[in-house]
């Protein structure tokens, strides 16, 4: 199985590296745009996304600081953390919208908000989450789940 971490640090990338490696193939992409360029040009079975942006540069975000502000009475400083705190929503977005149905294990806990869930789900599917205290072996099986359909 070959899976694309898109994250901003190391610790996704490392971590599933050191726990999981047997018979998965790691790659990763550093934000959402390096993770969509990696797609268009290679084959992944699922992508493992973070939610939270916090390291990456602002041209390497998706959405518009200026339009996200004005929900913020202009406060752009507001506007760039929550950026930072959904871009997982983003990236999967610009995922789907890009024409790649890639399946998608998220890292968050959407368990206190189905609402939420629901909603990505139906639009972005196919799309799965698990909290980010999952263990080895609930990561191991819910990619190897959505890898095969």
Do not use: C
Not at 33 to 47: C, H, K, M, T, Y
């Amino acid at each position: 199985m070959r899976v694309l971490v898109i994250e901003d640090g190391f610790e996704y990338s490392e971590t599933l590296k050191q726990f999981l490696s047997d018979d998965i193939e790691w790659e990763r992409a550093g934000s959402g745009p390096q993770g969509i360029a990696r797609l268009q040009g290679e084959s992944f079975d699922v992508v493992f996304l973070d939610m939270r942006f916090d390291r990456a540069p602002q041209d390497e975000l998706y959405g518009d600081v200026e339009e996200i502000a004005d929900r913020f009475n202009g406060d752009p400083v507001q506007a760039r953390r929550y950026l930072e705190d959904h871009q997982g929503n983003y990236v999967l977005a610009a995922l789907r919208d890009g024409g790649h149905g890639v399946p998608v294990l998220m890292s968050y806990d959407f368990d206190t908000e189905p609402r939420r869930w629901k909603r990505l789900a139906e639009r972005y599917g196919p799309v799965d989450y698990l909290p980010d205290n999952a263990s080895p072996a609930e990561i191991s099986e819910r990619l190897t789940r959505l890898a095969s359909g």
